[in-house]
């Protein structure tokens, strides 16, 4: 089979996209801009996020969280700690595997291997937006293994007749995240040896044909400590639009961020904004920042929307900026609902901010109220400040249902685990998660969830403070 020569992305310009060169006119007015700043705000803080990832996994080849270079697989073959500082909110059950897709010249083959049907592996494919655009593994294509190819907006080739699935990402960088269940730290070199079974292939390497020519050459441009915080966020917007093909959904509001400056590959030059025009900006980013402080605190705190409404593909999310904003500040790259549900808690059972220094807390599960999944549950321990794992001397961030054989039952059958900062009592400690001197959160998270999760009928309880 030959290969169709795919359409180039033209990505002249992006070597000067920080430079003070000439950019898009900034023609709204400056009450315009505050509205449309907001907008762009919500829009663009999940592009920019996931650029930090990209960037430290696949780019800074010195740096502490590098993974491998694009359109090759770097294996984790343990689970993370606190000393892992790429991805906020990580989940500690099942190493990870990373492939950041670089699409543009040509597709990518992923081929998994066949694994024991009691182990839980995926594939979680994001596209630049971090929207969920497919899975393999485990729920999408089973534990048998097979080809899988992934595919730019732009390629118009044959599926091979040994590739199992084709999958298509509108953006032409994409990222894989594997996830493979580990048991217990015993299982860790069954784990090591599934991930070296993960193969990724260009396709022409695939077919044994020869290679496309390659696309331009990206500079990336480095990040910032405060890259998403203010108006500097869209000038690493504006760079990575460029490589996704606008939607026909999300034109009008494209043409209404060029009014500001925000423009697929174009500069963003902060310095030739003026004093007003840069306060519009400014105040519009408060804004977005207020009304997403007000949601989390009316609706995510009080589990009225969930985890499954944060994550998933553009159709799933129906260009709802403020959820996919919702699920990159909190806990990015999130599973969609099928595949997992994720259940946080922020708030006591009287709606207050969970805070080790103040309280130490129980969660109790009733006799037979235990959280239902196909697959596992797993509850985990993160740092409200740095929404990273937290450092303690037992080395225990989570506690899931693969401990329950070592976790002490009440007298009625049920479990109560104990989330505080000082060691319990010593018939507690096995039930014990260690929580930080401070604010925290906890993550309940249910890979392949029952239907009870979705319909209602399981109840999620509470954490509540022990006077």
């Known amino acids: 089979m030959t290969l169709v020569k795919p359409t180039r992305l033209l990505l002249a310009g992006l070597t000067l996209l920080l430079s003070a060169g000439a950019w898009a006119d900034f023609s709204a007015s400056p009450e315009q801009a505050r509205g449309i700043a907001k907008e762009a705000y919500l829009y663009g803080f999940p592009v920019v996020e996931m650029y930090k990832t990209l960037y430290a996994q696949a780019v800074d080849k010195g740096g502490p969280n590098f993974k491998a270079p694009f359109n090759r697989i770097g294996n984790t073959a343990r689970v993370f700690t606190p000393k892992d500082t ?44 971090t929207q969920n655009f497919a899975y393999l593994g485990t729920r999408s294509t089973g534990n048998r293994g097979g080809h899988f190819m992934v595919v730019g907006p732009d390629w118009k080739g044959q599926q091979p007749v040994d590739i199992d699935r084709v999958v298509r990402s509108e953006s032409n960088i994409a990222y894989a995240l594997y996830r493979t269940q580990l048991f217990d730290e015993k299982d860790l070199e069954k784990v090591r040896k599934i991930q070296n079974g993960y193969k990724v292939q260009p396709l022409s390497q695939y077919l044994k044909q020869p290679t496309p020519v390659a696309p331009a050459k990206i500079s990336w441009p480095k990040p910032t400590a405060s890259m998403t915080d203010g108006p500097e966020l869209f000038r690493y917007l504006n760079f990575m639009l460029a490589f996704a093909p606008a939607q026909d959904s999300e034109k009008d509001l494209l043409a209404r961020f060029a009014t500001i400056g925000i423009v697929a590959g174009q500069p963003f030059d902060l310095k030739a904004l003026t004093t007003e025009q840069r306060k519009a900006l400014e105040d519009g980013i408060s804004d977005a920042k207020a009304e997403f402080a007000a949601f989390k605190k009316d609706k995510v705190d009080t589990h009225q929307v969930t985890s499954g409404d944060f994550f998933g593909t553009r159709d799933h999310l129906n260009n709802n900026y403020l959820y996919r904003f919702a699920g990159a500040n909190m806990g990015i790259f999130g599973n969609s609902a099928d595949e997992a549900a ?13 805070n080790g220094a103040k309280h130490s807390y129980t969660l109790h599960f009733a006799k037979d109220q235990l959280p239902p999944a196909d697959a596992f549950w797993s509850l985990t321990m993160y740092d409200a400040k740095t929404k990273l794992l937290v450092a303690n001397h037992s080395k225990r961030y989570l506690i899931n249902s693969r401990m329950l054989p070592t976790l002490q039952r009440d007298a009625d059958g049920g479990v109560t685990l104990y989330l505080q900062h000082s060691e319990p009592l010593k018939d507690q400690r096995s039930n014990w998660l260690p929580a930080p001197h401070g604010p925290f959160y906890a993550v309940l998270r249910l890979y392949l969830p029952k239907p009870e999760v979705a319909n209602g009928q399981w109840k999620l309880p509470a954490l509540t403070p022990i006077n």
């Open 342 to 354: 994720y259940m946080g808690y922020f708030v006591d059972n009287a709606g207050k901010p969970v």
């Open 86 to 129: 790429a991805i906020i909110t990580p989940n500690s059950d099942t190493p990870y595997s990373f492939v950041w897709m670089d699409l543009r010249a040509e597709p990518l083959v992923l081929t998994l291997p066949e694994i024991a049907e009691e182990r839980y592996y995926s594939v979680q494919l994001i596209d630049l937006y």
